[in-house]
Structures are given as structure tokens and as C-alpha cells.
């Protein structure tokens, strides 16, 4: 590989080395030469068309934009002329004068929106021209998200965003001149959308009020807050979360942009549903007296435990933990006897024979076929799905899709089958799709456990071994569980039935690790039997945070710790060791789980 | 004491909600020291409506009616410097949402639709003044010599401003003295 030719530039009389391909605008950051800008993000494709970065080159009569010329060996640029700060004021005012930018009821009042900086930074105080006053809709239909087309100055961060980084391309711009404005899908409102997942990656994009978090507004000035950086525990995928807090709440969640496996990115679950989804907490431990659940003291909840569990010989124990545990419980889980952790249906062998390939995100950005079998990453594994089709359709890979429930990512798919029913034929043309594949990856998930998903994985697999040329694909398990392959790593087994392995053998004493599940563990209940099993148990302890039908059954509810509590790691699904640093200390009287575990042996 | 004669200086507040007169008025100990020199003639404040001639002239507020309008070209015909203080006198700001609307709907619905109201009717002139179409900033009716941005802007830069016109200079604006924290 030829390495890019040196080049150096000379800004603002200032020699600055870099390469060539880079814009003058990368040249002059990396040397510490700040230009103004207003649509350009560094992860995102440049557009050029705020014109706030034009600068000046010697011997040209034209101005350009930094962010987007291509810089020339041996240019000298300057980048800060009274005549281009003239020119800025200009693009300013225009901006202005175009719409309703109305400062003091805004979210990002008083530091946190870019274009009111870029307005003090340019001394402006009032502008010359007279103001436009359009009548632009706000779009607050979103359940997260709003629009507020006042405050828009159509940098398109937010239409990249969502092309680039999640996918979708749910947002664009329509009509022309003076009526352009930014649009979801052909003309719909967030709320009506067919296409948008609700990431909110455009929000974090928007460098004014125009789009904005429903739920964090007016929550507090972003510049004024702590922030926080830790690992999303949703899905077994890890983002990086980047959480803004003021005085003891959560003002905003943002991704990390230095986060190895997200780059930034997050989906709804990890963005939205963990925080600003009203969910009963539970504060303090709870006892069942006379037929009804009490708060009680962690003594007096501690003590019933260990009262009951003294009763039960240790076959008659069991604890039942959810799969996403940190791994620092791992070591105390398995001083129980009968210890199981649910997971969905077809987990369990995806926990014992799924791979975990290092670096799997990146390897599915490089990616020039992908296979998906038996995995809905739309649902679960949002920021999979965003990877895999901004893959598919921005860097033009390949994307075969075997599942049996329809997904939105089938309408990128070469080919899309429904697993069960796939015909002799069918395999020449999956094979030929393959056969020119330089960089192929295999998703699959627990559906590809199944009878037909393994023959359908072995016929994968035998294609890519009867190739001529070509390297074997990089297989990549995804689970749905958040911890569940370490921890069955670990030791602990996966449990699909939970009937079955509670009807085994008789039990007194049963203690359900929920931990801040959304649902507090209440999907055990929806498989047969549970219940009435769980009924003939004589003491059933729930350690959960939210309140849900199974705290409500138990004898003792303990309450644990949500994820923005949370101190210890993870590993996700390419086996990368991530840390939880806790964001908030602990609501009420809520203790971690491993603490709360180490209680109940003492 | 200063030989100098007083600056004469006349304030309106035209459609604004008087917030920039009470930050003027935050100047606290800093107006004892600003009445040395200069002499606040028509003002809300000292509640003389009469304008006289004046050195210089303070607005705030935004044009909203026939007769803010009236005000504002006395007081300009009548003043050497004539200072915008404020968002509203400079953009228009909240009374400009209005401009969204069709002026007869807005007055539907702030004199007969409200909710409380059993029979609305509609004020005219006289004696309330007309509504213009739309409200606009001052600076779209006269010469404007100054302005002082803000939500309103507070103290320490009025201050800043009226020292530094009545030193004769004009202001320089900064990201550090447009920002308010």
C-alpha cells in the first residue's frame, strides 16, 4: 500500500503538514487552527453549505469552504481576513433574518446552540437586513423527538446523520429556495413516520433548538452539567454512553464518540427507553405480611432471607438471575447450588457454541457480503442494525437475510428468505451472490439454533468452503441477552424453560436476580406453568429496580440498582471487556446486586 | 462634581413587557453614580410622558400598534442617539410571534375566543390603538445609533453601553459581553 503523499499548507502564515486528500479544514485542526463552522461534523460527510468555514486562498479571487476544498501542496489560506469575517456576518444575518430564531425560550438557550455562539462570536448585537418572519409548523408528534422548524438552519446535519449513521434516511430536504425545509420521509411527522427507529442521532446532531429531546428539555443548560461516560446494557452490543447530570438527575444521554464499538451511535432503547420511559421504582425492600407486600428495613428483609433460606436443604435452593449481571457477580452466582439465568427461546445453544469475533462492528463496517440468520438486530440490537445498513447501502455490500419475521431490513436485501421454507434451486443463487465476497460476515441469532437454522448455517458454511478463492466468512453470534455469553462462559446455565428446571426438583427457597430489567422479570410469568410453580415455592425472593406482576408475588422484593447506578463491567459480543461507572449514586435504599448477593450469604 | 452639563436622556417602552427597565434598574448603586450625569426626563419610570429634547433616547419594546409607532418617531425626532435596548426593540422577539398568524385570528382568539370570555367584542381605536399588520423591530422605522441585545440584557452591560456612549464612544461587542450566564 502506497502511503498518501505529504503536502503542506501555509495558514495564516503558518507552515501545517498533512496529506494528501485532506481538507484544508482537517489540515488546520490538526494544527490547532480554529475555523468557524456550523454544518460540518467530523464523523459525518461534508456538505460545504453554511459557508461559515470559506476561507481565502493567495492568488484566487473566490472564497471557499475549508471543510469541503481539497487542500493543495503549497497554498497559502487565510482563515481569518476582514473581509471574510464580513462575509460571515452576512451568512449570519441571513440567517438570522430566514427564520424565527427566537433565543429566550429556547432549549439550547445560553450556551449550548452552536448558531447564537457563532452570532456572539461575530460581535453581532442586531442585523441590517428586516426580518423574514415565516410561519413554520412545530412537530412535537414524536414520542421522543420534536421539530421545531423555527429554529432550523438546514445545515443537514441531522439528513447525514441519519443517512450516515443510522440509515434510514428518514429525513431529507424538500421543495426549493426559501421554502426548502427539512422533511421525515415524503412529508410525514415524526409521530407518523414509517421509517424512523427513534434513535434520536439527529437530536444529538442538531446544533440548534430546532430538533430537540422532549424528555431533556429544559432539564438543565448542557455546559452547566456533569458528564458521565459508561456502557449501555440493553442489548449485548455495549454502546457507549455519554450521560449528562445536574444536581443528582439525568439532564441528557448522549453516545460516546469514543467508544470503540458505537462510535457515537445509540439506538432508542439505550438513547430513550432507559430514562425517559415512566417506570414504577422500587425503593426499599419490601415483606409480605398478612397477605400483603410492606416496605421493611434491609435487616429485616435480609433476615427473612437467610430465615428462609436456612429452612431449605441446598438442593431445595435455587436463584434464577437475568442475563444481564455484570461479571462481577459471576464468582458469587456460582456458590449456589442450583443456579440457572433465563434467557429467551434457542439462547441456550447460541450460549454454548455462538463466537465471538473481536472487533465484530468494525468487521461489519468492512464488510463486502453480510448474512443475517435467525437475528432480528431491528429490534434488538438496534445499533447492529443501523451498522448493517449503512454498510448496505453506503459502502454497497451484499445482504442476504434468513429469519422467519419480516424486518425492515429486508428491503435492502439481495436476497430475503424465510427460513423454513428454502428449495434446492434456491442455493445456486445464494451462492452465486457469495462468490465474488472479498470480506463476508454471518450474523446469526438464536433462531439459527433451530433444527432448520443450523442446516441452513451448514449449507452457509459448505458454500464458503466449496469457493475457488476467497476467505471463510467471520462468524458473529448475537444474542439477545445482554451478559448472557459471558456469564454462561462464566458457568452459569442458561435456562429457556424455567417450568422445567423449577418442576426438577422440589423447591422451598427460590431467589430471581431480575436487576433493572424493564419489565422486572414479569415475561417468567408468560411461559406455562410458571406461575403456579413459582405458588408452591415457600419463599420467593425477586431482587429487581422496577416494580412488575413478579415483584408483586414474592415474598421479599429487594430493590437493586438501574443501570445508571451500576459499577463493575461487561462483555459484549465481540468479547470486549467494557466498564459500567455509575452515573448517579443509588435511588432510596437500592444496593447493587452483587452487594445485595453477598447479604444474603452471610 | 462635574462642570460638564448633565446628558439629557428620555426612555419609552413601546410593546415590551418592561423587563429591560427593571434591569436598567439593577444597576442599583451604579444609578447614583449614573445620575450624576446624566437627567432621566420622560421615562416610565419617572412617569413623565411629555418628551422633551433629549441628548439621547432609549427604547425598548417592539412596534406593535399605531401609536408605539407615533412615540417612537417623536422620540427619534427629538433625540441625537437613539438606543435600542433590548430584543424586542432590536428583533422583534416575542410580540413578533404574533407575525405567524393572520391578525384578525389573533384578536378573535385574544378577545372573543378566550375561554372565560362570555360575549367577546373587539376594541378599536379609539381609544385603543390600531394594530399594525405586523410587529416589527424599531430600526425598521427610524435610524437606530446603538443597541443593547439581551432577554433581557442585563446590568452589567447596560452599563457598559451607556458608559461607554456617554464617553462618546461606541460600543465594541465580544462573546464575553453578549453572553449573559
Known sequence: MIAPKKITLTIDGRRCEGQEGQTILQIAQASGISIPTLCYLKHLSPWGGCRMCIVEIVGSPKVVPACSTPAVDGKQVVTNSESLQKLRRSTLELLFSERNHICPFCVMNKGDCELQQQGYRHGIDAISIPYLYPAWPVDVSGKYLALDHNRCILCTRCVRTCEEMEGTHTLDISHRGAKNRVVVDLGATFGTSDTCTNCGACVAACPTGALFDKAAAFRGKLNTCQTVRTTCTECPVGCGLLVYTKENRIVEVFGDFDSPVSQGHLCVRGRYETWAEPRQRILQPLLRRHEKLEPATWNEALEAVRQAAKKAK???????????????????LKKFERIGMFVARDEAALCAEGDRSPDSMAKLHDADAIIVLGAQPSRAQGVVAAKIRTTVRLRKAKLLIFHTRKSDLDQYATICANVVSLERKFWGRVAEELKDAKRPVLVYGPEAMTPIGVAVLERLIKIFEGKASGPAPALIALPTGSNSLTLAAGGIEPVEEVGPWLDAKPLKFLHIIASDEPDGGA???????????????????????????????????????????????????????????????????????????????? | MSDKPKVKVATVWLGGCSGCHMSFLDLDERLVELVKLVDITASPITDVKEIPNVDMGIVEGAVCNE??????????????????????????????????????DVVARGFVETESTQVGDIPGPPPVPKLLNKVRPIQEFVKVDAHIPG???????IWYVLTELLAGRMPKWTEKNLSYD
Open chain 1, 314 to 332: 441446598p438442593a431445595q435452593k435455587a436463584v434464577l438471575v437475568s442475563p444481564r449481571l455484570n461479571n462481577e457477580t459471576i464468582a458469587t
Open chain 1, 523 to 602: 415475561r417468567l410469568l408468560d411461559e406455562k406453568y410458571v406461575r403456579p410453580l413459582l405458588e408452591e415455592i415457600d419463599c420467593v425472593v425477586v431482587q429487581a429496580a422496577y416494580q412488575s406482576r413478579l415483584t408483586d408475588l414474592a415474598k421479599v422484593v429487594l430493590p437493586a440498582t438501574i443501570w445508571c447506578e451500576k459499577q463493575g463491567t461487561i462483555t459484549n459480543f465481540e468479547g470486549r471487556e467494557l466498564p459500567l461507572q455509575a452515573v448517579l449514586p443509588p435511588r432510596g435504599e437500592a444496593r447493587q446486586d452483587l452487594e445485595i448477593l453477598n447479604a444474603v450469604l452471610k
Open chain 2, 67 to 104: 401609536e408605539q409607532e407615533h412615540v417612537l418617531r417623536t422620540l427619534r425626532a427629538r433625540c441625537k442617539v437613539l438606543v435600542a435596548l433590548g430584543d424586542c426593540a432590536i428583533t422583534g422577539n416575542i410580540p413578533a410571534l404574533r407575525n405567524q398568524f393572520k391578525l384578525e
Open chain 2, 151 to 157: 432577554c433581557p440584557p442585563d446590568a452589567d452591560t
